[in-house]
């Protein structure tokens, strides 16, 4: 079935430390794939998404590449702030699907 | 502006009792969803919609259920047969079902005195 993976949290960093959280899925066919973020107490909010291989999704200084190959949507971001910490989903949609397929959050807290 | 409301932001539900949350979209989107949020964990489809009038159960369906009269509206009645139905529930909406981007409302919180 169709299934996605992130890494385990919490994750906490420093302010301007580099982050990557790891996502991978397992799919038929080539999914869309995506990031949202959910801040305290509100819902969720798409970040960036990639629709084929090799797209690059990118929004507010957060990317992830769509790797075909090692089937994985790794977000990173250069630079983290205070106002990032939250908690990140990747999702997967097969084509013509209703429905996203979550993977379980990460919670990312980024101290001063 | 446009976008996805919700309410109430939190709900408090008796036992036996049946509950309904609210969900309107001004997006003339044509696609709506209901997902469940438990602590820990992603998101599940509970129905979702893709045209007035029509809808169908996600992975999660027993307890619940919605109607879809309108376009802009797919409240979610959460029965008395729904025996754990303390989360996070969070409505979505797209242009087209299967095709397009879900965007989502603020949420409501559904606890159980």
């Known amino acids: 079935g169709n299934s996605v993976t992130q890494m385990e949290g919490p994750v906490t960093l420093s302010e301007e430390a580099f982050l990557t959280i790891n996502c991978t899925y397992t799919a038929t066919g080539y999914p869309s794939l995506f990031w949202y973020v959910q801040y305290p107490g509100e819902g969720l909010q798409l970040l960036l998404k990639?629709?084929?291989?090799?797209d690059k999704g990118s929004n507010k200084g957060f990317e992830a590449t769509y790797r075909k190959e090692t089937t994985s949507f790794h977000l990173e971001k250069g630079s983290v702030q205070v106002s990032d910490s939250a908690v990140y989903f990747c999702a997967l949609r097969r084509k013509g699907a209703q429905k996203l397929v979550f993977g379980q959050g990460t919670r990312l807290t980024i101290n001063p | 502006d446009g976008g996805i409301t919700q309410s109430p932001k939190y709900l408090f539900r008796k036992e036996g009792q049946n509950v309904t949350l609210s969900c309107e979209q001004n997006l003339n989107h044509d696609a709506m969803y209901w997902y469940r949020q438990d602590p820990g964990q992603g998101l599940r489809l509970i129905y979702y919609s893709q045209i007035v009038n029509d809808f169908q159960k996600g992975d999660i369906a027993e307890g619940y259920s919605v109607s879809r009269e309108k376009k802009e509206s797919f409240p979610l009645t959460v029965t008395s047969a729904q025996k754990n139905p303390t989360a996070f529930y969070l409505c979505a909406s797209s242009v087209l079902a299967g095709q397009e981007t879900q965007y989502f409302g603020p949420g409501t919180r559904l606890l159980v005195l």
């Open positions: 990639a629709t084929k291989a090799d």
